[in-house]
C-alpha cells in the first residue's frame, strides 16, 4: 500500500514550522506507523534531506517516549495502542495522514515531532513518591493491602507518561497524569501518611508549569494508550480539597519551570584555540 | 594482567557481612563533597543514584532519554525473583543461589550470586514500602508464580508489567532527590568519553543531544548503569536507543571487558515479518508456564494448525525434557526451537516460528483465568500480528534478549579502572553463561540499592582526590577525542545510511555468532565485520550538523562502537572452545545435541584489554573456584 504523510516540520523553537507532504509507498501493512516514518527517514537521508525528527525507544508501548497526533487524534485512531504499536493496516491504501506533535505551552517543541516533557518529571519530583529511604521497609507482606486495592492502584500505575492527554484536552490539562500518580499511590497503605501533601504539591506543580486547568470532559481517558480512568482526576480533586485543608498552615512551594538545557561546564571551542 | 576479584574470605552466607563489616565508612558531613556521576537511569543507574543521594552525596545522572523513566527496564514484563518462600515450597536463598549458578551454566562467581539472593529478600521489601503494586492475593498477601525454569513459585509480579512499576519506584525515588537537590539529573544527554587521570577515573565527556554542546563533569566516582549490547545485532529486544557507547568508551579507557560472547536469546518473540522491521517484540516467558510449545511432525506442512490433529504435532519440548518440559531455561529452548526450524517443521510464512498454544490451558482453566493472566500479552499479540491467540496458537520464535557479558568487574562491582563501577546489565557479574528469568530485574536493582552504595563510599574513604579542573590535558584530550569522532562521522558523506550498516552489521553477528557458533564461521564474520567497518568510516552519510538534535548523529557513533564490539564478540566466541549456556559452539555437544562445558580448561571468566583497534585485545582469565555448587551437567530431562 502507499500513504501521503503530511508531516509538521520546525527546526527548533524558533522557527515557525510548517507541514511537508510526502508520499510513501511500499508501505507493508504489518509496518507500525514508526516503521513506515523510518522508511520515509532512510530515503530522506538518500535524497540529502534532513530526516524527521520523531521520539522513540521501546517500540513496545510501554516507555512512554513515542506519540503524536495523526489526523488530529493522539495516538492515531485505534483504541489503547500507543503509535510504535500502530500497525499501517489500520489505514486505507492511498490515506493521507497528517503527524502533528503534542501541542501545549508546557510542552515546547523540541524539533519537528518531538517535544519537551520536562515538566512531567518535575511534577513527579514535587511529590508523586512514597518517602522511603533504601533499607528502612518493613517486611512486605507486614502490611496486607486488599486485593481490590492492589487492582485499582495497578490501573492508575499503568500511566506511561507519553503526554497523550495533555495533547488531546482543549485545555492542555494533565489532570489525568497527575492523578494517576496520586491515585496509584493514595489507593495503598503504604501511600496514606503522605496523601494531602502529595496532591497539594503536585497540583500546585502541575498550575506552575503552564498547563490548562481540568473541566472534565474526558478527551484525555478516550485517548490514553494505557485506558487511565476518569476517576483518577475525581481522587485528584478529593486529595487536593482535603489537603488543602488539613494541610492549610503549611506554605506551598512550587519548582521554577525551566525550557533551557544544563550541559555541566561547557566547552568552549574558540578557548581551546586560543591555547 | 592479574585481576583481582576482591572475594572476601570465610564462608559463604557471612562473605557480605564481613565485606560490609570491612568497609570505610565516610563521615556524614564530608558526603556532601564527593560528587559522585551515575550514567544510566534504569534499575540499577535509577536506583543507585536516588539511594547515593539519600545518603547525602552530590549526584549527577544521566541519561539518553528524555526522562529517567524511559529506561529500558520499563519493559521487563514477567517478574523479579526473591528467596522469600512466601509460598512454603521449599524455596530458600541457598536455592535460589544454587538455581543461579547451575542456570547459568557454572560460568558465574559463587559470591556474588549468593549476595545476589540474600539481597533478593530486601529488594521486595524496599519496593512494596515504595508503593510498587505487585500482585495480591485475596487475603492481602504478596502474590507468587514460577518462572522460567524454576520449580519454586518466587517470582513477584505485578500484570505483565513488573519491569515498568519497578522502574518507577526507583524513578520516583530518584525524582524526590532531584526536589531534594541531591541529585542533578541531565536527560538528553549522552555519555561519549570517560576521563582517567592519574590512574583514577574522574569525570566523562557529555553531548547534549538537543544543543549538541560538549560538557566535561568532572567527579570522585563514576557508576555505569547504562544496560546490555543487545543491539549489537540490530533485531533485538532492546529498546531502540539502547547502545553500548558508555561502556565501550570506558572499555577503551582501560576497562576490561568480561565474556562478550555469552549472549542470550529469549525463546519467545514475535518471529520476523519484513525487511522494515525495527525490533522485535518480546512475549513474556511466563506463557510458557501454560502454553504447550510444537511444531508439526511433518516437514513442510502447511495446514491450519487447528486442521493439525494431535498425533501429528511434535510436543519436542515435552518429549525431550520430560521434567521441566515447556518450561526449561531459555538457552535450550531456544536452541531446540532452531533445531526444529532447521529441520525444515516451522511454521508462518518464513518458517522461522514454532507455535505456542494455550487451547488446552483454555479448556482445563477457561478463558477467563487466561485473561487475567495474561490479557494484555495476548492483546499486544493480536495488535502487532493480526491473529487472535485465544483462537489461532501464537507463533513465537527466539530473539536477542540480554546480554550476560559486559565490564569486568570485582566483588565491589568496580571494574578495572580505579573508581569506575559497573551495574546492572552492564557487568558481567552474576549470571554466568545464561540468565534465568526474572533475575535481571533482581541483579538490577541489588546492584543498585544494596551494594553500589556501599562500596563507592568504601572507595572514597580509602582514596585522596586532587583537585583538577577543565584545564587539565586528560580533559582535553578526551574532549578532542569526542569533537573528532563527531566531526568525522558528519564529514564522509557517503551513500550508506547509518541504519543499513547497522541492519548488515546484525545480520552477520546473528548469523555467525548468535544461537550456535563454530570456529570456522567466526573467523569468517570477523573478517565481514572488519570489511564492513572500514566501508562504513568511508561510505556512511550522516546528514544535519552535530549542534542540535540529530537522530543521525547519535545513531552513527553508538553503531561505530557496534562494530568493534561485534568482533570482539566473535574473538571471544572463537577463543573459548566449549560450549556453555547462550554459548553453543557447534563442535561441543554431547550426543544428543546438548551443550558440552570443557571445566578443565574453561572455568575462567574471559576479560579482554583494549589494545588499539586492528590489534588483537589481551586476554585475561578470572579462574571461577565452585566451593558450594559443583559443576555438573545441566539436566532438564
Known amino acids: 500500500m502507499r500513504v501521503t504523510l503530511k508531516i509538521w516540520r520546525q527546526t527548533n523553537r524558533a522557527d515557525k514550522g510548517r507541514f511537508v507532504k510526502y508520499q510513501v509507498g511500499d508501505v507493508n501493512p504489518d509496518m507500525s506507523i514508526l516503521e513506515c516514518l523510518d522508511v520515509l527517514n532512510e530515503q530522506l537521508i538518500e535524497r540529502d534531506e534532513e530526516p524527521v525528527a520523531f521520539e522513540h525507544d521501546c517500540r513496545e508501548g510501554i516507555c512512554g517516549s513515542c506519540g503524536f497526533m495523526i489526523n488530529g487524534v493522539a495516538h492515531g485512531p485505534l483504541p489503547a495502542t500507543t503509535v510504535c504499536q500502530l500497525t499501517m493496516r489500520h489505514f486505507k491504501d492511498g490515506a493521507e495522514l497528517l503527524l502533528e506533535p503534542w501541542r501545549a505551552r508546557a510542552f515546547p517543541i523540541i524539533k519537528d515531532l518531538t517535544v519537551d516533557r520536562r515538566s512531567f518529571d518535575r511534577i513527579i519530583a514535587a511529590g508523586g513518591y512514597i518517602s522511603v529511604s533504601t533499607g528502612s521497609a518493613p517486611d512486605g507482606n507486614a502490611i496486607p493491602v486488599p486485593k481490590e486495592a492492589a487492582d485499582r492502584a495497578m490501573d492508575a500505575a499503568a500511566c506511561i507518561g507519553c503526554g497523550a492527554c495533555v495533547a488531546a484536552c482543549p485545555n492542555a490539562s494533565p489532570a489525568l497524569f497527575t ?12 501511600g496514606a501518611p503522605e496523601r494531602d501533601r502529595r496532591a497539594i504539591h503536585m497540583v500546585a506543580q502541575m498550575t506552575a508549569e503552564g498547563f490548562g486547568g481540568c473541566t472534565n470532559i474526558g478527551e484525555c481517558t478516550g485517548v490514553c494508550p494505557k485506558e487511565i480512568p476518569l476517576e483518577v482526576i475525581a481522587r485528584m480533586n478529593h486529595d487536593f480539597i482535603w489537603g488543602s485543608w488539613r494541610e492549610r498552615d503549611n506554605v506551598v512551594t512550587t519548582m521554577r519551570p525551566f525550557t533551557e538545557w544544563s550541559t555541566g561546564s561547557k566547552f568552549q571551542i574558540n578557548e581551546q584555540e586560543t591555547d | 594482567m592479574e585481576l583481582k576479584s576482591r572475594i572476601p574470605s570465610g564462608p559463604i552466607q557471612d562473605k557480605w557481612d564481613k565485606a560490609r563489616f570491612d568497609m570505610k565508612l ?34 549527577s545522572c544521566f541519561c539518553f532519554q528524555d526522562s529517567p523513566r524511559r529506561a529500558h527496564s520499563i519493559a521487563a514484563q514477567g517478574g523479579i525473583n526473591a528467596a522469600k518462600n512466601y509460598q512454603n515450597d521449599g524455596d530458600s536463598i541457598y536455592r535460589l543461589f544454587y538455581d543461579t549458578v547451575k542456570g547459568g551454566d557454572f560460568r558465574a562467581r559463587e559470591a556474588n550470586v549468593y549476595r545476589l539472593a540474600q539481597i533478593s529478600v530486601q529488594i521486595i521489601d524496599q519496593c512494596v514500602a515504595q508503593g510498587v503494586p505487585f500482585a495480591r492475593e485475596y487475603g492481602g498477601t504478596l502474590a507468587n508464580r514460577s518462572f522460567g525454569g524454576a520449580q519454586v513459585s518466587r517470582t513477584f509480579y505485578a500484570r505483565g508489567q513488573t519491569g515498568q512499576q519497578l522502574l518507577l519506584g526507583a524513578y520516583q525515588a530518584l525524582e524526590r532527590q532531584v526536589n531534594a537537590g541531591s541529585v542533578t539529573m541531565y536527560p538528553r544527554t549522552e555519555m561519549l568519553d570517560l576521563i582517567v587521570i592519574e590512574g583514577k577515573v574522574r569525570g566523562i565527556v557529555t553531548r547534549n543531544l538537543v544543543t549538541g554542546d560538549i560538557g566535561i563533569h568532572l567527579a570522585d566516582a563514576v557508576i555505569l548503569g547504562t544496560g546490555g549490547y543487545g543491539n549489537v545485532f540490530y533485531l533485538s529486544t532492546n529498546a531502540k536507543g539502547s547502545n553500548a557507547t558508555a561502556i565501550w568508551r570506558a572499555h577503551k579507557r582501560g576497562a576490561l571487558f568480561a565474556n562478550p560472547c555469552f549472549t542470550q536469546i529469549h525463546p519467545t518473540c514475535i518471529p520476523v515479518s519484513g525487511d522494515y522491521q525495527s525490533k522485535l517484540t518480546l512475549m513474556s516467558e511466563s506463557l510458557r508456564n501454560d502454553g504447550r510449545i510444537w511444531v508439526p511432525l511433518k516437514k513442510g506442512d502447511k495446514r491450519p494448525p487447528n486442521q493439525i490433529p494431535e498425533q501429528e504435532r ?39 516460528g514454532v507455535y505456542l498454544d494455550f487451547s488446552d490451558a483454555i479448556r482445563r482453566l477457561g478463558r477467563k483465568t487466561i485473561e487475567e493472566r495474561y490479557g494484555n500479552l495476548f492483546d499486544m499479540y493480536q495488535r502487532i500480528t493480526d491473529e487472535d491467540p485465544y483462537q489461532v496458537p501464537m507463533r513465537i520464535y527466539p530473539a536477542i534478549h540480554y546480554t ?34 526474572a533475575s535481571a530485574l533482581m541483579q538490577g536493582l541489588s546492584d543498585g540499592y544494596f551494594i553500589v552504595p556501599y562500596t563507592v563510599g568504601d572507595y572514597l574513604a580509602n582514596n585522596k582526590f586532587p583537585s583538577i579542573d577543565e584545564s587539565d590535558p586528560e580533559v582535553r584530550n578526551a574532549v578532542a577525542c569526542v569533537q573528532q569522532t563527531i566531526q568525522k562521522l558528519l564529514s564522509i558523506n557517503g551513500k550508506r545510511t547509518v541504519d543499513s550498516f547497522h541492519r548488515e552489521l546484525g545480520k552477520i553477528v546473528w548469523d555467525y555468532c548468535g544461537m550456535s557458533r563454530n570456529a570456522q564461521g567466526l573467523e569468517h564474520a570477523i573478517e565481514r565485520i572488519r570489511e564492513l567497518r572500514d566501508e562504513y568510516w568511508q561510505n556512511v552519510k550522516v546528514p544535519g550538523s552535530g549542534a542540535d538534535l540529530n537522530q543521525s548523529l547519535e545513531k552513527a557513533g553508538r553503531v561505530a562502537d557496534f562494530f568493534e564490539l561485534a568482533e570482539l564478540m566473535c574473538i571471544d566466541a572463537r577463543e573459548r572452545n566449549e560450549s556453555a549456556g547462550g554459548h553453543f559452539r557447534e563442535e561441543y555437544q554431547t550426543a544428543d545435541g546438548e551443550a558440552q562445558r570443557d571445566d578443565d580448561h574453561y572455568s575462567y571468566v574471559a576479560a579482554w584489554g583494549y589494545r588499539g583497534y586492528g590489534n588483537y585485545p589481551e586476554l585475561s582469565k578470572e579462574p571461577l573456584e565452585f566451593e558450594y555448587v559443583h559443576p555438573a551437567q545441566r539436566s532438564y530431562k
Open chain 2, 404 to 437: 550476560m557479558g559486559g565490564l569486568w568487574v570485582d566483588y565491589n562491582l568496580m571494574s578495572t579502572v580505579p573508581g569506575l563501577f559497573v551495574i546492572g546489565e552492564a557487568n558481567f557479574s552474576d549470571h554466568g553463561a545464561n540468565r534465568l528469568g
Open chain 2, 314 to 352: 511434535d510436543y519436542y519440548l515435552e518429549r525431550r525434557y520430560p521434567s521441566f518440559g515447556n518450561l526449561v531455561p531459555r538457552d535450550v529452548a531456544s536452541r531446540n526451537a532452531k533445531y526444529v526450524c532447521d529441520e525444515g517443521r516451522g511454521v508462518g510464512e518464513t518458517a522461522l
Open chain 2, 26 to 59: 565516610v563521615n556524614p558531613a564530608n558526603k556532601r563533597k564527593h560528587s559522585i556521576i551515575v550514567v544510566g537511569s534504569g534499575l540499577a543507574g535509577g536506583s543507585a543514584a536516588a539511594t547515593l543521594g539519600e545518603l547525602g552525596y552530590k549526584v
Open chain 1, 179 to 190: 492523578g494517576a500518580k496520586i491515585a496509584h499511590l493514595g489507593t495503598l497503605p503504604q
